[in-house]
């Protein structure tokens, strides 16, 4: 099996930063997109960044110029550096790994999610 553990988040003031780490573990053969996704009371949960194995990124616009997302590929880890915080950035936040498991399967993985409260 594989597993994605989160660390990182909690409250912090309007114009503060943040990280999270997102480490996978487990059967893993190789890893094509890690990322973050978010999810906001009653509302949908929606993609903040994404970054490929040949470290190509791709960001919400709502975040653009604020976040910075990485990776290990040799850790297979990702982090999600987030600074210029909004009370909007308020919610849980979710690692998701797309990976191929040393079976030859392969799918998505999620972390177990980490709350991000920005107060104003």
């Known amino acids: 099996q594989v597993q994605l553990v989160q660390s990182g988040g909690g409250l912090v003031q309007a114009g503060g930063s943040l990280r999270l780490s997102c480490a996978a573990s487990?059967?893993?053969?190789?890893?094509?997109?890690m990322g973050w996704y978010r999810q906001a009371p009653g509302k949908q949960r929606e993609l903040v960044a994404h970054i490929i194995s040949g470290g190509t990124t791709n960001y919400a616009d709502s975040v653009k110029g604020r976040f910075t997302i990485s990776r290990d590929n040799a850790k297979n880890t990702v982090e999600l550096q987030m600074n210029s915080l909004k009370p909007e950035d308020t919610a849980v936040y979710y690692c998701n790994a797309d990976v191929t498991t040393v079976l030859g399967i392969r799918r998505n993985y999620w972390g177990q999610g980490t709350q991000v409260t920005v107060s104003s």
């Open positions: 487990g059967i893993i053969l190789s890893i094509n997109t």
